[in-house]
């Protein structure tokens, strides 16, 4: 009985994992580059068409030495 309930559990947490992983926005691909001096960082998402742009922006972050900011 014991094992049947902990197979269950691990069924149910098992499918929960995939919708949860949606819920969170990874980029698809980044660059880091300098253009003219600035140095940027851009991140591009590939995301739902119900995806409100806003909750993309990111606070400011260090990478490599720099400060990378929202613009």
Do not use: C, H, W
């Not at 269950?8 to 929960?16: D, N």
């Not at 591009?44 to 929202?70: C, K, M, N």
């Amino acid at each position: 009985m014991k094992k049947l309930v902990t197979t269950g559990i691990a069924l149910v947490m098992a499918l929960m994992l995939p919708f949860s992983a949606y819920a969170m926005e990874v980029p698809t691909g980044t660059v880091i580059q300098n253009l003219n001096g600035v140095q940027q960082y851009i991140k591009t998402y590939t995301v739902s068409a119900g995806t409100d742009p806003q909750e993309l922006i990111e606070e400011p972050f260090d990478y490599e030495g720099f400060t990378y900011r929202y613009a």
